[in-house]
């Protein structure tokens, strides 16, 4: 089984304050996603990360994939209330790639 | 379009007692999947289907049953309910494509099971 540790679990910042969210596993995966999940709905997509080393950035979240396709992290600039929710990381796997292995999840709250 | 939807939203069941959850997708997507979601440990996949006619088991696949008799639909059934399948349950779909290929979630569905 591929597992995927996230850390940390919970998060409280102040409005303004920057944070990273990590994404880690002994396995390689051919992609990673993050979703964000807010109370009562399912996930959304936030990113799609394929290439080793790759970042992309998304007004002020930048996400990277790790060089050897094993980690990821998600940074949020001068976080806003806005931001509060739960996010996940998920890591393609299984033949075809079509399956998703989810961590636990970081929930972030931030503080006006 | 109304992507991913779910019926019911909520429900209590007795244990011992069966229900089905219904997934509907109008994306034409061909794989759709079924989670289970609990505190602390994220998003678990119960069963899932790379086609109209197939199936087959995720990690927690135990005490459920699916089916995928239209492209649009997929159904998780609960023969014998207990306590432990208390959960949050999430279905889910997207396209045939490669790994890069977004999974589209519906609402959830909040299962009591006294």
């Known amino acids: 089984t591929q597992l995927l540790e996230q850390s940390p679990q919970f998060l409280s910042i102040q409005e303004g304050e920057n944070l990273t969210v990590y994404c880690n596993s002994s396995s390689v995966f051919s992609s990673l996603q993050w979703y964000r999940q807010e109370p009562g709905e399912g996930p959304v997509l936030l990113v799609t990360?394929?290439?080793?080393?790759e970042v992309k950035k998304l007004k002020r979240l930048t996400f990277q994939f790790g060089d050897a396709r094993k980690d990821s992290s998600l940074h949020i600039t001068a976080a806003q209330p806005g931001d509060t929710g739960l996010y996940l990381c998920?890591?393609?796997?299984?033949?075809?790639?079509?399956?998703?292995?989810f961590g636990k999840g970081t929930k972030l709250s931030v503080i006006p | 379009n109304a992507g991913v939807t779910q019926t019911p939203k909520f429900r209590v069941l007795k244990t011992g007692q069966s229900m089905t959850l219904l997934c509907a997708q109008d994306?034409?997507?061909?794989?759709m999947y079924w989670y289970r979601q609990d505190p602390g440990m994220g998003l678990r996949l119960i069963h899932y289907?790379?086609?109209?006619?197939?199936?087959a088991k995720g990690e927690v696949p135990d005490g459920y049953n699916v089916s995928r008799l239209k492209k649009q639909n997929f159904l998780l059934g609960l023969e014998s309910a207990a306590p432990s399948q208390t959960s949050v349950y999430f279905c889910?779909?997207?396209?045939?494509?490669?790994?890069?290929?977004?999974?589209?979630f519906g609402p959830g569905t909040r299962l009591l099971v006294l």
């Open positions: 998920a890591g393609a796997t299984g033949a075809g790639s079509y399956q998703l292995t």
């Open positions: 990360v394929v290439t080793g080393g």
């Open positions: 889910a779909s997207r396209d045939s494509g490669g790994p890069q290929e977004t999974q589209y």
């Open positions: 994306m034409n997507h061909e794989y």
């Open positions: 289907s790379v086609g109209e006619g197939t199936t």
